[in-house]
């Protein structure tokens, strides 16, 4: 398990001619954003990207050199459009070679019904770290900070929730105010208390759907408790009273 | 309405903390990902960044160079954490600026109960263009080739709808072929096809999840309908007869 860092940033580079046409409606960036949250990592930044090995390369490596962690989100079969392990190996000048723990494990799965295209899943980045865990039949490639995973979402779940332990870091603090008015009515008050506590970050989200049982939800989050607490004794102080309809005090989210 | 060259690309920024901290699930990535499919457009790439200026503006400014479209979505309100409009602003290097005419918008609309956070909505780089539409209250602004489109989904909708005839170029032929095999049993028929038709692209999605009715989909894609038509005549010649479930003929997708 890696050391884990007071605060840890990471990216997802999602990849897949399917996404960007709106055949497939990518599941793995949101589930990703809500579990690396609740482990307290913060995710800085997705990319959905066609299937080209130069694109993948150029993205990996641009990721990869401004966040601690990078996950890859698909591209990894044995077809002609699984370009992600080729593209990887070149954002960081590697070759492409057989894994012999991986090609052991294709025929020890296969058996007689083994091709040599089952076993261009076997092929890896020189140097690659394989990264086994309990819940999954195959281990995950890592390279470098780079996590790849595959882009079938039931996989991909099964892969992440097998890395949690390794990714945790301290929890993020989070509360919430939900406001029946008019968000503009409350901009001036959020303003003041975004410029009095820099450190926490503070959201506000109107609701214009017939359905809200809230027209705004204003968000105050940081790493430490007590900053939280306090920008949330002064909104409370300074918001109209009368159009606060409740608080989710100060609380860490729960890891699944 | 523009003219419409052969072939279009676009690009979307969306742009908001709640999309990365996974609070709130992001609607319009894959609505937009549709339509343009069903518009001929193709959209090549989807970033999903947090809510600060300068990286706005550089990923704008990056975006705009590459692509001939660009959508961004989120961060038009009138508080603290909306800056998109400062960041397009900055990408372009203009200056934030009233438009009279938005202004004179907000006034009759909000009469007596305007405030100066409404007139915030009424700022936009200077020299913005505005695009109006029958269903939508507010024009959408377009700077460049950048049109800036709320977060909230209902409203990204119908900005969107509003957009589509100006939008739509000659459209995608698309052919598939749905198959009961393991996706590596196919894997040479594919590459061969994927180099005798360089012009189409071809996809490959294996489904693992218990409710699917096949194992394998093919896709076949072109602007040129001929050339979809061709690659699929040699894909129902050479993929093992038995395994076709069903083919959907070349056709291109309905607009909504």
Redesign the interface.
């Known amino acids: 398990v890696d050391p884990a860092p007071a605060r840890r940033t990471a990216a997802i580079l999602l990849i897949g001619?399917?996404?960007?046409?709106?055949?497939?409606?990518?599941q793995n960036?949101?589930y990703?954003?809500?579990?690396?949250?609740s482990l307290g990592v913060e995710?800085?930044?997705?990319?959905?990207?066609?299937d080209f090995v130069e694109v993948i390369a150029e993205e990996v490596r641009a990721l990869a050199a401004s966040h601690d962690i990078v996950f890859t989100s698909g591209g990894v079969?044995?077809?002609?459009?699984d370009v992600t392990i080729e593209g990887v190996a070149r954002a960081f000048q590697r070759k492409v070679v057989p894994i012999p723990e991986l090609e052991t494990q294709m025929r020890e799965y296969y058996g007689e019904?083994l091709?040599?295209?089952?076993l261009?899943?076997a092929l890896a980045p020189e140097g690659v770290e394989l990264v086994s865990g309990q819940s999954t039949r195959w281990p995950t490639m890592k390279v470098e900070n780079v996590y790849i995973l595959p882009g079938?979402p039931?996989?991909f779940r099964l892969k992440l929730d097998a890395l949690k332990e390794r990714l945790a870091t301290d929890p993020?603090t989070l509360a919430e105010i939900f406001l029946d008015c008019?968000?503009?009515?409350?901009?001036?008050v959020?303003?003041d208390a975004?410029a009095n506590h820099p450190a926490v970050?503070?959201?506000?989200?109107?609701?214009?759907?017939e359905g809200a049982d809230h027209r705004v939800k204003i968000?105050l989050?940081s790493k430490e408790r007590a900053r939280v607490e306090a920008a949330l004794r002064e909104l409370r102080a300074s918001l109209p009273r009368a159009e606060i309809l409740r608080v989710t005090e100060p609380h860490s989210p729960r890891r699944g």
Not at 32 to 37: C, G, I, P, S, T
Not at 201 to 209: A, C, E, K, L, V
């Open positions: 001619n399917e996404l960007l046409s709106g055949k497939v409606q990518d960036f949101s990703l954003a809500r579990e690396l949250y995710l800085r930044r997705a990319v959905v990207i066609l079969g044995p077809t002609h459009d019904r091709t040599p295209n089952h261009r899943m079938v039931e996989i993020f008019d968000e503009a009515g409350v901009a001036q959020l303003f975004a970050q503070i959201g506000s989200y109107p609701r214009f759907d968000t989050e």
